[in-house]
């Protein structure tokens, strides 16, 4: 998946790759700032400490980048978010000072950054062009009448509606189609294409000519739709096993079902590059 994503040149690529956030550690002023700004934030009641609920925002923050599921979800996952929450508090039901504060929130990043030098996490944003690319460019016959053999060997006689939704899940990334089966793709980017599609009381399917033009048709709305509510796809080549982390909190806990492999917007590993 590495080269095939990088031979595409995307614009709409970016690769987490931890260098952003070793620079942010690595520069003292920076960093200070950043420290100062966040320590600000999550003090509420501004006594120049840090208590267990005020970081528990901070402790969310850091579970989300590691891809932990929300708090109180599963057993495991909350015992990581408890082993971090001790990393702060160093196991005493304390408080934090800010250069406490500043220390553990340095060695977690760095360990999320060496995590993701190993293996980088390549950022695609599918917004429909790419989509569009591919049903007006020069490989769209071919690559579409490949895809129409496949589906007609599965299943002989399909009706065209069940045969377009089977090739749209067959595309791919570089296809300009987010990973299928996904039911928040289905329901807002598939099934309001086909509704608006007018081949919807086609009974069975024809030929391979109608099949390419009308397989177009809805793939165009798709595209529209992709425009309108964009998909972010983060992805790994290799499982992303914390183990930098890991290191960092003495093997206490196992990060080793911690997996980047598809999110969406609002999801882990955007708050790793934004919101710490
Ligand atoms: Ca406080």
């Not at 086909?194 to 919807?200: P, S």
């Amino acid at each position: 998946m590495a080269t095939n994503t990088s031979s595409l040149k995307k614009k709409s690529e970016q690769v987490l790759d931890g260098s952003d956030i070793m620079e942010l550690v690595e520069n003292q002023e920076v960093f200070t700032s950043f420290v100062d700004h966040k320590f600000k934030e999550l003090d509420k009641d501004s006594d120049g400490h840090l208590s267990v609920k005020e970081l528990q925002p901070a402790v969310a923050d850091i579970g989300a980048a590691l891809g932990l599921p929300a708090q109180g979800s599963s057993p495991d996952s909350d015992h990581i978010y408890s082993e971090v929450l001790n990393e702060f508090t160093q196991g005493k039901q304390e408080k934090v000072s800010k250069t406490e504060f500043k220390e553990v929130l340095s060695d977690i990043l760095l360990g999320m950054a060496a995590g993701l030098k190993r293996d980088p996490i390549v950022i695609l944003r599918i917004d429909g062009e790419d989509l569009l690319e591919f049903i007006n460019g020069p490989s769209y016959e071919v690559e579409m009448l490949s895809v129409f053999s496949q589906i007609v060997s599965d299943d002989a006689v399909l009706p065209m509606r069940d045969c377009i939704v089977k090739a749209l899940e067959k595309l791919t990334v570089d296809q300009g189609m987010p990973p299928s089966p996904d039911s928040w793709v289905t329901s807002n980017i598939i099934e309001p294409a086909l509704q608006l599609w007018d081949g919807n009381n086609q009974e069975k399917l024809v030929s391979q000519e109608t099949f390419l033009e009308e397989f177009k048709k809805v793939a165009e709305r798709v595209a529209q739709n992709l425009k309108e509510q964009p998909v972010i796809v983060a992805h790994s080549e290799n499982t992303f096993d914390g183990s930098g982390i890991k290191r960092l909190l003495s093997n206490k806990f196992e990060l080793d079902k911690v997996i980047y492999v598809k999110t969406y917007e609002r999801n882990a590993i955007l708050s790793c590059c934004y919101c710490f």
